[in-house]
């Protein structure tokens, strides 16, 4: 058990890679828009003639020239429901429909499908997936925003203009956001003034990028910009869309090279766009915060358990933008609520570092912040006593870490209701680093876990995983080389933030080796483990 003394001071690591839980993003946001009814055109019936009084021989009158047909009325949509009036409360429902039953499972294949019609230019064929959709259950708020999109890409600002109004009253927060901006973007139009054009191609699949970027997807969101300069989009524009994309989202140097690239360009406005975007000061102060709260429960060979908080803070500044280098401060504490008392020789019977550390650091990262190396130096202070041991010890490490996740990791949450997935996840975590207050050693650590989402409730999504781990040092203590594996499940919440709780069974063995204390008898082990972390950047 005493290897998990290892764990708490891998902590220290950046945690874009440590962390079991990345930085969550802001609200995505929904793609559609607001609802509206369209109403066929009105036949209004001729008039009867009038008949003659009787015995009367009725005068000639010339023959009245016969009446030209009017046009055929448009065919009739089938009315969407009308959004509720303004004393209604702030929170209700778009639409006030009889209950009908709902099948998550198909939602969100019809909203998919609808969008590969709008992308094609078959917009009635769109408008009929949605349609099936509502059948179905889905949200009238995201239909709303959906058919928003639909009438703007057939040029009908102002029915996009109703759809987002409609919207913008439903009760989800980040889709009626979503409205407004729309509606901010996109004036209304007189009807007197020439017809507006439908959108070409390549105007939909930047709509498409710029969607997929607001949900946060964005390695899909450049395979789209890709397709629309395919198509015949402005590479210039596209340049600036990706430059406002990347900067959103953190990646500063990113963001400036398209801005640099965008200013070369022709067009003199967008030209001038891009040197105010690179004339503005990039974000150099940021923060973040790590937390989290492990517990094991061993029940071979021998009982034990604990739980070892630990919480970590860190202030960030970065005076070159184009480097993805970090200056930091920060605080760190850890306590293991087993430990109680001393050992002989000054060596704690704890297992985690039970300590507060403060200090100074620099990182710099690479490869899209997947590999990055650090080092940072300050003083830690014990929480726990132990004879013999200054209370106060400098603390320096270094070393290199590596993180990587898959696409499907983190999905979209399902504000309404629930739906079924098939979301692989694989990521995989791994570090080297030398610590000077632990005997001046050097550590290596790595694990990998592989998750299946199937479910998502709201939210949170639900998934099965499998992991191994794998740590080593050079001082040879017992409890910093082993090797384990494990089976669990881990529910992740999405949104507003980033947070894992997972649960499982885990059994290992350490490799025998020993320095200071005496590896245990049998070498393997097995526990119940218990993990809620957390982190969050801003």
Request: hydrophobic letters at 40%.
């Amino acid at each position: 058990m005493r290897w998990l003394l290892t764990l708490s001071l891998l902590i220290a690591v950046p945690a874009a890679a440590q962390s079991d839980v990345d930085e969550s993003a802001p609200d995505a946001e929904s793609r559609s828009a607001d609802d509206d009814d369209s109403g066929a055109a009105e036949e209004t019936p001729a008039d009867d003639d009038d008949s003659a009084d009787d015995g009367e021989a009725p005068a000639e009158e010339a023959p009245e020239p016969e009446p030209e047909p009017e046009p055929e009325p448009e065919p009739e949509r089938e009315p969407w429901p009308e959004p509720p009036s303004e004393g209604d409360e702030a929170d209700a429902e778009v639409a006030d429909e009889p209950p009908r039953a709902i099948d998550p499972a198909l939602i969100a294949p019809l909203i998919e499908a609808s969008w590969a019609a709008k992308a094609e230019g078959d917009f009635e064929g769109a408008r009929a997936k949605l349609e099936e959709a509502r059948l179905a259950g889905a949200d009238q708020q995201r239909l709303a925003l959906e058919l928003a999109y639909i009438e703007l890409a057939e040029g009908d600002v102002n029915g996009a203009r109703d759809r987002w109004e409609q919207a913008s009253r439903g009760a989800d927060e980040a889709m009626a956001e979503q409205a407004l901006a729309e509606l901010e973007a996109h004036p209304e139009v007189d009807p007197d003034a020439e017809p507006v054009v439908p959108m070409t191609e390549s105007e939909l699949l930047i709509a498409e990028a710029r969607s997929q970027a607001a949900e946060e997807r964005y390695d899909d969101a450049h395979d789209t910009f890709a397709l629309a300069i395919e198509a015949g989009a402005d590479p210039q524009a596209v340049e600036l869309e990706l430059g406002w994309m990347d900067k959103g989202r953190g990646k500063i140097y990113e963001g400036r090279r398209h801005f640099r690239l965008a200013k070369k360009g022709e067009d003199e406005e967008k030209s001038a766009t891009a040197k105010a975007e690179l004339r503005q000061p990039p974000k150099l102060i940021w923060g973040d915060l790590y937390a989290e709260a492990f517990a094991w429960y061993r029940f071979f060979p021998t009982t034990s358990a604990n739980l070892v908080p630990t919480i970590r803070l860190r202030a960030y500044l970065r005076p070159i933008a184009k480097l993805d280098l970090d200056f930091y401060a920060f605080i760190q504490a850890s306590r293991d609520v087993a430990s109680t008392a001393t050992g002989p020789r000054g060596v704690p019977l704890i297992y985690a570092d039970n300590s507060v550390m403060m200090g100074v650091g620099v990182q710099f990262r690479f490869w899209q912040r997947r590999v990055g190396l650090f080092a940072q130096v300050g003083p830690a202070f014990k929480l726990v006593p132990v004879d013999g041991v200054n209370p106060v010890q400098l603390d320096f490490r270094a070393g290199a870490f590596f993180g990587i996740e898959g696409p499907a990791c983190r999905p979209e949450p399902e504000m309404k209701g629930a739906r079924l997935t098939l979301d692989p996840c694989a990521d995989v975590y791994a570090d080297l680093i030398y610590v000077s207050r632990f005997d001046h050693n050097l550590f290596f650590f790595v694990r990998g876990r592989f998750g299946l989402g199937y479910l998502v409730t709201g939210p949170i999504q639900w998934a099965p995983f499998i992991e191994g781990r794998l740590l080593a040092d050079i001082n040879g203590d017992y409890y910093n080389n082993l090797a384990d594996a494990g089976i669990g499940h881990r529910w992740r919440l999405l949104k507003p933030f980033g947070l894992d709780f997972l649960f499982g069974i885990h059994a290992g063995s350490y490799f025998g080796r020993e320095n200071r204390d005496s590896a245990p008898s049998p070498l393997q082990h097995a526990e119940l483990r218990w993990l809620l972390a957390t982190y969050v950047e801003f």
